[in-house]
């Protein structure tokens, strides 16, 4: 039996990136180019103060917001190849749980082949729905055949706690630290169609 795949959303599959720089330069007159998001830490990468970030986050979790994201080149031709080779495809996220239909939709409107969807606790969120979302210690329960991430933090996590390969979207956010050998770093989802 082969183990599912573990396919992180944002900055993965979903380019929300570019609909978070759209959010910070139409509430805030913030530009910020990709290559300036060197910090995961969304307050950080666009400067905002506590309020701002607050405001800003409450804007990327509009409906309308998160189906407006354009799905990253390649990615959902590279998941339905592996699912024709017979792999099972688990789609992970660390977005709220309020945002679960959305997310949901999102899915569906792009046609994502997947057979699980997870919402997982990653950044111990106020107001997770723990009905909803699995804890890190559940996930660190599961096995996957390997992983792919945006967040270097998740990565570590992964391969430390579930010992698993983990493939790493290269994003400026993750480029700063070293890579252990359980984690490698890819550039297009065009590079990973032959793994």
């Known amino acids: 039996m082969m183990l599912p795949i573990y396919v992180d959303i944002d900055d ?15 509430e805030f007159h913030k530009k910020v180019p990709f290559e300036a998001l060197t910090s995961f830490d969304l307050k950080v990468s666009f400067d905002l ?9 409450e804007m990327a979790h509009q409906p309308d917001e998160i189906l407006n994201i354009a799905p990253i080149p390649d990615a959902i ?9 017979g792999y099972e495809i688990s789609i992970v996220t660390g977005r709220p749980t309020t945002t679960y239909e959305t997310t949901m939709e999102w899915l569906a409107a792009h046609n994502v082949p997947h057979d699980q969807f997870f919402m997982v606790d990653k950044y111990a969120r106020p ?12 996930l660190s329960e599961m096995a996957f055949h390997f992983a792919i991430e945006d967040s270097y933090d998740m990565a570590v996590y992964l391969a430390d706690n ?11 956010w993750n480029r700063g630290p070293g890579l ?4 490698r770093r890819f550039r297009s989802w065009e590079e990973l169609q032959d793994i």
């Open 180 to 183: 252990n050998g359980k984690i």
């Open 127 to 138: 107001g997770m729905d723990k009905s909803i979302a699995l804890s890190m210690q559940s």
């Open 49 to 57: 103060t506590q309020d701002e970030y607050e405001h800003f986050l």
């Open 77 to 85: 031709k590279a998941l339905r190849r592996w699912m024709a080779s």
């Open 162 to 172: 579930l010992d698993t390969q983990v493939l790493l979207y290269d994003r400026p």
């Open 12 to 26: 993965v599959l979903a380019d929300t990136s570019s609909c978070l720089i759209h959010i910070a330069e139409k």
